[in-house]
């Protein structure tokens, strides 16, 4: 009888101290669903107002006149960086020095470009370029390419409007090519919100710096 009092007594003081915590931990989640039930309330009024609320549509034909042409910034992330240099099996530092060059204005890496031959029917155009990876008209590090290749055309310019949109078609032929399949618009959204996040984030950091 003593043992199982001293027991009793230790598991009422054990669940007096873990009820704090707990209420801090219940008070932490419910925040949590709160806050990730008002974001997708928001992404569903965004969705319902959108031009593309029913989807669009995009196949990659791998033309590469996305990697060509001229002069352009493709912007890599540490993150990219780490994938990329992993990918070739060389250090990240050789990758940076190697690939990429930095934009002083933007604060910001990008990938190397080559010049060649113009090949656009554009008379006064004799050079253009292309990414350091192109490979052909195929992309040599397609399954590792940056993020900012990976979410084309779901860029928030692309997208802004069906004015845009068929802008960007006169340039890719992959936008609502006829075999492609309909993203849907909750997929185009994320990726929008995506792309804006990581621009906020380094207007921060640029403003820290």
């Known amino acids: 009888l003593y043992w199982a009092m001293i027991s009793c007594r230790l598991s009422l003081l054990l669940s007096r101290r873990q009820r704090p915590s707990t209420q801090r931990f219940l008070r932490r989640d419910f925040a949590s669903v709160v806050e990730k039930n008002a974001a997708h309330s928001a992404t569903q ?6 031009w593309y609320r029913d989807g ?3 196949k990659c034909t791998g033309c590469g006149k996305c990697c060509t ?3 352009g910034w493709v912007w890599i992330s540490d993150d990219d960086m780490d994938n990329i240099s992993k990918h070739l099996k060389i250090s ?3 990758f940076v020095d190697e690939y990429t060059e930095y934009v002083p204005e933007k604060q910001r890496y990008t990938l190397k470009e080559r010049v060649v031959q113009a090949t656009s029917i554009d008379p006064d ?3 253009e370029f292309e990414c350091i990876f192109l490979n052909g008209k195929m992309c040599s ?3 590792h390419r940056p993020q900012q290749c990976r979410t084309f ?3 928030p310019d692309v997208v802004r409007s069906k004015t845009s949109w068929e802008n960007e078609k006169e340039r890719c032929e992959g936008l609502d090519h006829p075999e492609a399949q309909v993203t849907p618009a909750q997929d185009i959204c994320d990726v929008v919100e995506l792309e804006r996040n990581s621009k906020a984030r380094k207007r921060r950091a640029k403003i820290k710096t």
């Open 92 to 94: 990240k530092n050789e």
């Open 141 to 143: 590090i397609y399954e």
């Open 45 to 50: 009024h965004k969705i319902k107002d959108a």
């Open 125 to 127: 155009r004799e050079t």
């Open 56 to 58: 669009l549509k995009f």
């Open 69 to 71: 042409g001229a002069s």
């Open 153 to 155: 055309p779901w860029w």
